[in-house]
DNA sequence: CGGCGTTTTGAGATATCTCAATGGGAGTGG
DNA sequence: CCACTCCCATTGAGATATCTCAAAACGCCG
């Protein structure tokens, strides 16, 4: 379904699905695995796309430059989470992991032959680009439309629905604060700033190294994000 | 492939892809048409998503609003497009005309029906998922990372090749600057402004009504863009 | 002509950015 | 174990792009 036919655009990032189609299973379980600092890229804009992968632990930040240098992350992509896939030969964005990560690595043309003839397979990859549609719409929505502490505070709160423990309301960013900024279109000022602001007004607490956050008031958060 | 699945998120909206197999070409030909004037809606989020709609003529904007009524839209859709597309049962985005428009209404079910035993459809259902992600990080990288004259500058640069005529670089804008400034994250002064400003550089040429737009400068319209 | 919706323009307010300095933590090497 | 360095986060102060509020001009339609 998707290698056979050449196709203009698109690379299509990340799957919720879960994975359990059997001969993809026998794939994942033979896979190379690859173990990344933080820092380090798992594919640049340009290069062949060979392989696809999937996020075992860490964060992988997936984003687009302008030529001047300028970057907006477009996604966080978490453990469970498939970067790289697509209908072309070169990846059109980057990734790179602002945290130790470990990823495997999968043959994209395996990938997609599996899928041709998996009908549950491609569904899974149909439903992952979906879901990655509507977060980036979201995030469209977030640095199109709202202020500064509204940004941030939606990122906490999607943090949160995203990696968050049940019950425990801590969160581990796992990324500096230049990424928070780069995903939602501010300085790394600016995302400092409203940090403490929110932790002045209570709703949340930082702890050592700025890395780990209490949300103390998730509901005021969600206020705040006008979600 | 499409109904069959219940599906918790999205809501796919626009093809490119030229629309050929045989059955559905019939489905097409005895569709309902639809005539809509400026600001009339195709479909509010929340509506039961039972048809999908072809864009004819016109210009449709398809946008998301927050509880308080900011508004970001997401896309405009122009002849050839799809909109309407999706896993869900209901519309998660909204869609309005911002000019006189026609739309051909298509059974959401039967077109998903189709797709389930035509593979071509599917992967052009598939294909249109992927321009749309395409266009949608496009549109994040311009709001999240440039300033107001690079937003417009690339703005009128896409509408330019979406819906230029060859040869000609005159481009009908077809909506209000309101329309604009709610693509872009802006607010209508500052599109006016930046509007002025680029036919003060010499860019462009402003007509009658301020609708249609002289692309004077096309090369120093693509340099502001920082494409 | 008169009214309405829209665009343009102006002037002042402000959120965010920029530039710069300080401080903390982790790692390194003496 | 203590400098020392490096990287990152925080904080401050001033600059600025964009927003807000307000008024005027324009184009369209009855």
Redesign the pocket.
């Known amino acids: 379904m998707f290698s056979a036919h050449p196709e203009p655009t698109v690379d299509v990032r990340r799957s919720h699905a879960g994975l359990t189609s059997s001969s993809f299973d026998d794939r994942m379980a033979s896979a190379t695995i690859r173990r990344l600092l ?2 380090e890229h798992v594919f640049c804009e340009g290069d062949k796309r060979d392989h696809v992968f999937y996020v075992e632990e860490g964060v992988i930040a997936v984003y687009k430059t302008l030529p001047d240098g300028r970057r907006q992350i477009i996604d966080f992509a978490y453990p469970g989470d498939l970067i790289g896939l697509g209908v072309l030969g070169e990846h059109v964005l980057s990734a790179q992991a602002t945290a130790t990560s470990r990823v495997k690595c999968l043959s994209a043309a395996t990938l997609e032959r599996i899928a041709e003839t998996d009908a549950r397979l491609a569904l899974k990859l149909y439903k992952s680009v979906c879901h990655e549609l509507a977060a980036t719409r979201s995030l469209l929505v977030t640095v199109g439309q ?6 941030v505070a939606a990122f906490l709160v999607r943090l949160h629905r995203r990696t968050g423990v049940e019950e425990s309301s801590t969160i581990n960013l796992a ?4 990424d928070i ?1 780069d995903l939602l ?12 602001k929110l932790r002045t007004m209570g709703a949340i607490e ?1 702890e ?4 780990r956050v209490h949300l103390r008031d998730l509901g005021r958060l969600l206020e705040l994000a006008n979600e």
């Open positions: 933080a820092k709202r202020s500064a502490i509204e940004r990324m500096r604060r230049s900024a279109g501010l300085t790394i000022e600016t995302v400092s700033r409203t940090l403490t930082i050592q190294g700025g890395t």
